[in-house]
């Protein structure tokens, strides 16, 4: 795969959470991270609404009914479905309901007919013409699921990127409901799902980048 500009993976669940746990003390405590990154850590407030801070590879944030992880660092990808995996058998009867696996990229292109092209192949915009002047792709959202997998519901996100000019943003985005595991109730069915889908993702996600590009005019 091209080298993104920009990218990063992130992991958020639904569910019912106590943000004043999740601090660095505690995951150091429970040797989730190292003493040091606990220490060093930028914390920007640990309330009982809300808990957010980073450490030198992730950022995470935790509301009452929604945690999110995530890394800009591609190599520290599968620690953080380990680090989550870890959090759920620490914390087995949290209440998760729905699991989301994310990555997203931010592309450069040459120039910006290479953009509008992507877009006129994405979206015509001959049936847009007569309606409205200039018409032009600004965010589409498809959904289906991966081939050959038993996986969850996906949606791959792609809009002009508004880090990298001209550029291409891409997110990919897999959800799994607990309603279809065999043990749903709490945080007991996470770690399994991490386990079986987590690589897959990821992989997938670059052929999802690697197949959009090469629809780019060069």
Not at 29 to 44: S, V, Y
Not at 52 to 73: G, K, M
Not at 173 to 185: G, H, R
Not at 186 to 203: F, K, N, P, R, T
């Amino acid at each position: 795969m091209r080298t993104p500009e920009s990218e990063d993976a992130s992991i958020v669940m639904l569910g019912s959470f106590n943000p004043t746990i999740f601090q660095p003390r505690w995951l150091g405590a429970q040797q989730l991270i190292r003493p040091e990154e606990a220490e060093n850590a930028k914390i920007t407030t640990i309330q009982a609404e809300l808990a957010d801070f980073s450490t030198e590879w992730f950022h995470l944030q935790v509301l009452q009914n929604r945690f999110q992880i995530l890394s800009e660092d591609p190599r520290q990808y599968a620690p953080l479905r380990d680090l989550v995996g870890a959090i759920c058998a620490i914390l087995p009867h949290t209440p998760i309901t729905a699991l989301g696996l994310n990555r997203k990229f931010h592309f450069s292109v040459r120039s910006r007919d290479n953009w509008h092209g992507l877009g006129h192949l994405l979206a015509p915009k001959e049936p847009w013409n007569a309606i409205i002047d200039a018409p032009g792709l600004l965010s589409m959202v498809m959904q289906g699921r991966r081939k050959e997998t038993d996986g969850g519901n996906l949606r791959v996100v792609v809009g002009p990127s508004q880090k990298v000019d001209p550029g291409v943003f891409m997110q990919i985005n897999e959800e799994f409901l607990a309603s279809k595991y065999p043990q749903p109730e709490g945080a007991q069915w996470i770690a399994g799902c991490l386990s079986e889908h987590w690589d897959g993702v990821m992989a997938f996600s670059e052929v999802v980048a690697e197949h959009l590009l090469g629809l780019v005019r060069n």
